[in-house]
């Protein structure tokens, strides 16, 4: 079973920034397609962010273009995603995704506040 372990969230201020990482084993990491949602109280689970297997290509939300960037370490197994100039809007739970069709695993989430 692929276990994916996220870690980087906390508290921060508007405008901060923050790094969050995700650390996948029991796989071949190189061959998932790798993602970063994200859960706010009381609303869906959205996509922030998406790269390919080979770090090609990368997708995001319209709300985090410009501010984040998801990357991936094929080395170490880890995908990243970082995050400036956060707003208050960005506080969720975020959690890390690995797809290779047909499965798609889940992180356990990690916790990001913006807040003054």
């Known amino acids: 079973q692929v276990q994916l372990v996220e870690s980087g969230g906390g508290l921060v201020q508007p405008g901060g920034s923050l790094r969050l990482s995700c650390a996948v084993s029991r796989g071949i990491f190189s061959i998932y397609a790798m993602g970063w949602y994200r859960q706010a109280p009381g609303k869906q689970r959205e996509l922030v962010a998406r790269?390919?297997?080979?770090?090609?290509?990368?997708n995001y939300a319209d709300s985090v273009k410009g501010r984040f960037t998801i990357s991936r370490d094929n080395a170490k197994n880890t995908v990243d995603l970082q995050m400036n100039s956060l707003e208050p809007e960005d506080t969720a739970v975020y959690y890390c995704y690995a797809r290779v069709e047909p499965y798609g695993y889940w992180g356990q989430g990690t916790q990001v506040t913006v807040s003054s």
């Open positions: 790269i390919t297997t080979g770090g090609s290509s990368r």
